[in-house]
């Protein structure tokens, strides 16, 4: 009996998940021509913005961290999820709102801006030189209120500690590779010295070869909070439009821009990977696209769950 009661819940919740699991073929029937509208528009975004990618990426990013990816990220209310510290320089949510509006004209009430932030973070990567990632779609917009407390708590800082940095991760579904593998997001755009100054007082944030490096960063972000809140950025690797490998190859050479970067280049359970990685980018692509799906499938609301916004920055009324 109890067998037979073990066998009934593994079953259902089998059933439950299969109902609502995401798939690539989402749209295929209700709105086919999602995918060349995104293309065409965000190839054009490209050409005309080259740092477009990569706020899109940490668009992606800021958003599935919270709870999942739900378009939170976008909501704009006072104290909204998008106020906190942790969400400085975020940019691109209107882009994303105005790529919103093209696809209601061709199939109102259908596509979620869930949806919209994962594809602009996947024609990102493939526009940059990465990997071509096939994402499942399905995801619904949060009607629930997130606030600038949930991002405080939930989204990881720059100077976060290694294994804080894999407990994050591996929630999600992630091996330690492939951990490491997202990281190298950081492939793309620059770091804000707001972002950077707090590494420089604490040696655990260094690499044993990181004191060269440190001293341009010194240079660029002096400890100053009126010069360093108006400073653009620094890069996060050599090729800070380009998505590749460099990276690896950059902290491992004690060029870590964050904290975060310069820790997983000398942790014995992450600098393996890195090195992997720096020594094959086919490899890294391949771990980047696995890691890719799962944070962007994990913890999502699916049918039944959410909504689809009209407007991506509010609630549907």
Not at 169 to 178: A, L, N, P, Q, V
Request: aromatic share 10%.
């Amino acid at each position: 009996m109890k067998y037979f009661i073990l066998l009934f819940v593994a079953t259902l919740t089998l059933f439950q998940l299969s109902s609502c699991q995401l798939s690539e073929s989402y749209y295929n029937l209700s709105c086919p021509n999602l995918e060349p509208i995104i293309q065409s528009e965000f190839r054009k975004l490209f050409f005309l913005n080259p740092t477009a990618p990569a706020a899109l990426l940490r668009l992606l990013f800021h958003d599935c961290m919270v709870r999942g990816c739900d378009a939170s990220v976008l909501l704009d209310f006072d104290n909204s999820e998008i106020k906190s510290a942790k969400n400085y320089a975020i940019r691109m949510q209107d882009t994303i709102g105005e790529i919103k509006l093209l696809v209601e004209d061709d199939c109102p009430g259908v596509v979620s801006c869930a949806d919209l932030i994962v594809l602009a973070a996947r024609e990102s990567v493939i526009q940059t030189g990465g990997p071509r990632i096939q994402v499942p779609l399905g995801r619904k917009d949060s009607t629930n209120i997130t606030t600038s407390l949930d991002a405080d708590a939930k989204i990881p800082p720059p100077s976060q500690k290694v294994d804080d940095f894999i407990s994050d991760f591996t929630s999600k579904g992630m091996s330690i590779e492939e951990a490491v593998a997202i990281l190298g997001g950081h492939t793309l755009g620059v770091g804000h010295c707001k972002n950077i100054v707090g590494r420089l007082n604490d040696p655990a944030q260094w690499n044993p070869t990181d004191f060269v490096y440190e001293t341009i960063l010194r240079i660029r972000c002096p400890l100053d909070n009126d010069f360093y809140n108006s400073v653009p950025a620094v890069p996060l690797d050599l090729t800070p439009v380009c998505f590749d490998n460099q990276y690896y190859t950059d902290i491992l050479g004690g060029r870590g821009v964050f904290g975060i970067d310069s820790m997983v280049a000398k942790d014995p359970r992450t600098l393996p990977f890195v090195t992997n990685f720096s020594q094959d980018q086919n490899h890294f692509f391949e771990v980047f696209s696995s890691a890719f799906i799962k944070l962007a499938t994990a913890d999502v609301l699916t049918d039944g769950q959410g909504e689809v916004r009209a407007i991506c920055s509010k609630f549907n009324n």
